[in-house]
C-alpha cells in the first residue's frame, strides 16, 4: 500500500487527515443514495481488471458509469462512450471514483476541481489502496465530500448484505432483512 500521504509535492507539505481512517456506515450510505451518474477515472477495457468488474456491478446495480481513460478515449465499455477526461464529458456526474495509484490521485483531482461546478461534482471518492491527504485536504477546501480507499462496489454490497450471501464474513449477524442502500 502507498504511503497515506504519498502525493505530495513542494507546494504541498506532508499532510495526514485522521477523519479519513474510518467512515461511517451513515456516510457511506448518504452517498451511495445521493449519487447516481459517476465518472470511473481509469475505467479498464480488459474483463479482468477491477474496475472492468466495479463498473459492470454498480451498472448493474442502476448507476451510471462513465469511464475516462486517457488512452482509451473513443472506445466503449459495457455500452458507455469512453473520455479521455473529466472535462470532455458532456453529461453531469455527481462523483469522481479514482481507480488510479495514489500518486496521481493529486493531478485528478485538480481536474476534479476545475471541472466540479461545470459537472455538478459533489463526491471524490478513491478506490481501495488509494489515499492521497493532500488531495483530500485540497478537494474538501473546494467543497468536496470525499472517501479513501474504499471502493464503492464493495461498499454496496456491504452496506445491503450482499458480501454476507457470496461467503465473505460482514461482521454483520441480524435476523433482520437488510436494505440496499439505494432504498
Known amino acids: 500500500m502507498a504511503n497515506p500521504a504519498a502525493a ?3 507546494d504541498n507539505p506532508l499532510v495526514y487527515l485522521k477523519h479519513h481512517d ?15 451518474t459517476f465518472a470511473m477515472v481509469g475505467a479498464s477495457t480488459h ?11 454498480l451498472q448493474h446495480k442502476g448507476f451510471r458509469i462513465i469511464p475516462v481513460n486517457p ?35 493529486y493531478a ?17 471518492w478513491m478506490q481501495l489502496t488509494v ?10 477546501a473546494a467543497g468536496l465530500e470525499v472517501v479513501m480507499n474504499r471502493c464503492p462496489k464493495i461498499e454496496f454490497g456491504r452496506l445491503s448484505g450482499e458480501l454476507s450471501w457470496a461467503g465473505v464474513n460482514s461482521r454483520i449477524i441480524t435476523a433482520k432483512s437488510l436494505r440496499s442502500p439505494k432504498a
Open 71 to 105: 488512452a482509451r478515449g473513443g472506445d466503449e465499455i459495457l455500452g458507455e462512450r469512453v473520455y479521455a477526461s473529466i472535462a470532455e464529458i458532456p453529461d453531469q456526474v455527481q462523483m469522481v471514483d479514482i481507480f488510479r495509484t495514489s500518486e496521481e490521485a
Open 8 to 10: 505530495t509535492t513542494d
Open 22 to 36: 474510518n467512515y461511517s456506515d451513515d456516510k457511506l450510505r448518504g452517498i451511495l443514495r445521493r449519487v447516481r
Open 108 to 124: 485528478i483531482t485538480e481536474e476534479v476541481i476545475a471541472n466540479k461546478d461545470a459537472k455538478g461534482i459533489e463526491v471524490l
Open 47 to 57: 474483463w479482468r481488471r477491477p474496475s472492468f468488474y466495479a463498473m459492470k456491478y
Open 131 to 140: 489515499r492521497n491527504d493532500p488531495a483530500a485536504e485540497l478537494a474538501e
